[in-house]
């Protein structure tokens, strides 16, 4: 254990003070936030300014369109209204040719020819791909019509109001499916982000030993397993260092002031809940951790490694399709099967105990059967390590692996 | 009670056999070079005294007793290919190594600048290893096998890559450290260090023992049959029927002769040729001549019995 302890310790100290763990943890999550906030802000503060005409004869329809257009939830456009007419189109169609010229289109209204049946809406824009401001007049005479019909019928203004406000369904109720949908993706994305940076960069620290040729001193005083074991925990601990220091940052974001003004609804997290994600976090953590060490013990160089890597992926892709068939029934015996597979059980588990009550003799068997996979990758990945590196310069195939494990 | 035993060890990579039958044994407080020429089974044998790997057949026993990883704890190991962390500061990797032997962070900090001063590189310790040239690289190496004080100490080539001065730094540091009762074994392809230094010798080829033994009984089995002839003039007299082989220098040559006794006969024909003699020494083998008479033999041998 004390071995196990030195090295992980080494492996920690020794990433912690590089440079390129400062910018990964410091600097990833300000780019970061400052993207999440940039985002949100454009798109609170983006109106549509675009500066538009509209040629009808209603002078009411053109009037309420105006208003719509210039105060609207959405827009804050410029709108010149203009009564129909030869000298207008062709004035119009002018200013669109000229380059320096603010109107980016114009909306004709051709009022129908049997009374009742709705008018005809052209607009000719300057560019084909204003798609933004074609939606929102689209929305706008949409409102617009609507309410002139209302009125028509005659309702009120307020009862136009009330009827047109758009429903809020609350679904907090029926316990937290958001939530668990939640936590499954950040876990997933979490996971599959510290697999590939933490579990690559177990594998690549294995692999570098072996081409500084460092290992063979080491191999004189400790034996594979804890050299692995310990690379698993250091390089571990540098990951989850990083995670603990973005999530942190991820908590005061989400909690400051700012946050407010995006409108995110935060989804309601059992404390519960918090625990058995960061439980079974750890456990996915060193489950493709040691798998990816088994790939460095395999593997002489980074080129190698990278063909590899689809080994750590795959079980991933998996776990994630089939979280499509868990969501709606976590109670289904394939579900249960499924979630049992340690390398699934950290993603399927946690996502069903978010959404269902599990047997707790189900979550002890994951949490066992995690444990025991650890252990037997281990021991596969340190065979093969002690009699790989001892004769390098051949890659192994897969009748070889097999013998190796029968070396001590 | 030898400090470390080989008996009839045999190891095989694949279909190649590394080494075959290797029986030898290794006093304590000797120094031990193990000899052997590229690709004979050296590193083989010294990675199966160590338990880094594990013999096919055959027992090793260290300190009289058959191995057990506790022992490593008592070894100092200089593996033949070097490796340090490239960006750690050299101090702190000595210090790891330490820790990694039982010490304590003091007591490998301590022990580590006294090497550094012993070995005049104090300077490197600061360093990051990447910044070393490699001689200052190897002796972080020495030092690093050496910290914790080992009772037996294995080295792989201890001496390749260094300048002659640094050569000659550690096998004296290895000298002191053989009389303060270490044992050390190295293997090494340089026989002027062997024939000065060592007590005891094992020569392998293509991994079997050929000969081993301390260095004065090997010796007298050989005939004192060369010598070394420094003489100006006519050459004539070195064809003659005595002699086996003839090198010839500048100013001089050497040569084999056929038995001990015919040394008088050929200082005879050579001053009866005219030729001036300035020197005439009678001496056995050196350990190189015996190395390259063996290997060659141990070579024919096997080629004979393949065809």
């Known amino acids: 254990m004390h071995n196990i302890w030195l090295i992980a310790k080494r492996e920690y100290l020794e990433r912690i003070r590089t440079k390129a763990f400062l910018i990964g943890t410091i600097v990833i999550p300000l780019v970061m936030g400052s993207l999440v906030f940039g985002i949100g802000i454009l798109a609170s503060h983006t109106k549509s300014q675009s500066h538009i005409a509209v040629v009808t004869s209603d002078a009411t329809f053109g009037a309420d369109l105006k208003r719509q257009l210039e105060s609207g939830k959405d827009s804050n456009m410029k709108v010149?209204?203009?009564?129909?007419?030869?000298?207008?189109?062709?004035?119009?169609?002018?200013?669109m040719k000229d380059k320096d010229g603010t109107l980016v289109g114009y909306l004709w209204v051709t009022p129908a020819s049997n009374p009742g049946a709705r008018p005809s809406y052209v607009y000719k824009a300057r560019s084909a791909g204003d798609i933004a401001t074609k939606n929102v007049l689209q929305d706008a005479i949409?409102?617009?019509?609507?309410?002139?019909?209302?009125?028509?019928?005659?309702?009120?203004?307020?009862?136009?109001?009330?009827?047109?406000?758009?429903i809020n369904l609350d679904t907090s109720a029926t316990g937290s499916t958001q939530a668990a949908f939640f936590t499954a993706y950040i876990l997933f994305f979490l996971m599959?982000?510290?697999?590939?940076?933490?579990?690559?960069?177990?594998?690549?620290?294995?692999?570098?030993?072996?081409?500084?040729?460092?290992?063979?001193?080491?191999?004189?005083?400790?034996?594979?397993?804890?050299?692995?074991?310990?690379?698993?925990?250091?390089?571990?601990?540098?990951?989850?260092?990083q995670i603990t220091v973005w999530m942190l940052a991820i908590f005061i974001i989400a909690n400051s002031r700012l946050a407010g003004t995006l409108g995110t609804s935060h989804a309601p997290v059992s404390p519960a809940q918090i625990g058995f994600f960061v439980l079974y976090f750890v456990f996915g953590f060193l489950i493709y951790s040691s798998l990816a060490a088994a790939l460095g013990a395999m593997t002489n160089s980074e080129q190698e490694l990278q063909q590899l890597n689809m080994f750590l992926v795959i079980p991933l892709i998996f776990c994630f399709a089939m979280l499509a068939i868990i969501i709606p029934a976590p109670d289904s015996t394939l579900a249960q099967v499924v979630s049992l597979v340690p390398f699934c059980s950290p993603l399927l588990m946690d996502m069903r105990i978010s959404l269902t009550q599990v047997p707790p003799w189900q979550i002890w068997l994951s949490i066992g059967l995690m444990s025991v996979t650890i252990a037997a990758i281990l021991w596969v990945a340190s065979r093969i390590y002690r009699v790989g590196i001892l004769m390098y310069g051949k890659k192994p195939n897969i009748p070889e692996l097999f013998r190796w494990l029968r070396y001590s | 009670m030898p400090i470390v035993e080989?008996?009839?060890?045999?190891?095989?990579?694949?279909?190649?056999?590394?080494?075959?039958?290797?029986?030898?044994?290794?006093?304590?407080?000797?120094?031990?070079?193990?000899?052997?020429?590229?690709?004979?089974?050296?590193?083989?044998?010294i990675r199966m005294m160590i338990g880094m790997t594990v013999p096919d057949s055959g027992n090793v026993s260290l300190f009289g007793e058959p191995f057990r990883r506790a022992q490593l704890h008592r070894i100092g190991y200089l593996p033949e290919e070097r490796g340090l962390y490239k960006k750690m500061r050299v101090i702190d990797q000595l210090i790891f190594l330490g820790c990694l032997h039982g010490l304590t962070e003091t007591v490998a900090s301590k022990r580590a600048k006294s090497w550094a001063d012993r070995l005049q590189i104090r300077e490197a310790l600061g360093k990051k290893t990447e910044a070393l040239s490699k001689g200052m690289q190897q002796k972080i190496q020495f030092i690093a096998a050496l910290l914790h004080e080992p009772e037996l100490i294995v080295m792989d080539e201890p001496f390749t890559g260094l300048d002659p001065v640094n050569a000659a730094l550690l096998m004296d540091t290895l000298m002191s450290l053989r009389s303060e009762g270490r044992s050390i074994v190295f293997s090494t392809h340089r026989m002027d260090q062997v024939e000065k230094f060592c007590d005891g010798i094992a020569l392998i080829s293509r991994g079997r023992l050929v000969l081993s033994g301390s260095m004065r009984a090997i010796k007298s089995r050989y005939p004192r049959n060369r010598v070394q002839i420094a003489f100006t003039g006519n050459d004539s007299f070195l064809r003659g029927p005595a002699i086996l082989e003839a090198k010839n220098f500048p100013g001089g040559a050497e040569v084999k002769l056929a038995s001990e006794g015919d040394a008088q006969k050929v200082l005879a024909a050579a001053v009866a040729s005219g030729a001036v003699i300035n020197r005439f020494e009678i001496h056995e083998p050196s350990l190189e001549e015996i190395f390259?008479?063996?290997?060659?033999?141990?070579?024919?041998?096997t080629e004979a019995v393949e065809a």
Not at chain 1, 143 to 160: A, F, K, M, P, W
Not at chain 1, 212 to 236: C, Q
């Open chain 2, 6 to 45: 080989l008996h009839n060890i045999r190891k095989v990579y694949d279909s190649k056999v590394a080494v075959e039958g290797l029986t030898l044994s290794i006093e304590p407080g000797t120094m031990f070079g193990l000899l052997g020429p590229n690709g004979s089974g050296k590193t083989s044998s």
């Open chain 2, 292 to 301: 390259i008479e063996e290997v060659k033999k141990s070579f024919g041998e």
């Open chain 1, 192 to 241: 599959y982000m510290v697999i590939m940076l933490y579990g690559m960069n177990t594998a690549r620290s294995i692999i570098e030993e072996k081409t500084s040729r460092i290992f063979e001193v080491l191999l004189a005083t400790i034996k594979p397993e804890e050299l692995l074991a310990g690379k698993i925990l250091g390089v571990g601990g540098v990951g989850l260092t």
């Open chain 1, 80 to 95: 010149d209204v203009l009564a129909p007419s030869d000298a207008v189109r062709s004035s119009l169609d002018n200013q």
């Open chain 1, 142 to 166: 949409q409102t617009v019509t609507t309410r002139e019909q209302l009125v028509i019928h005659g309702l009120s203004n307020s009862d136009i109001d009330t009827l047109t406000t758009s």
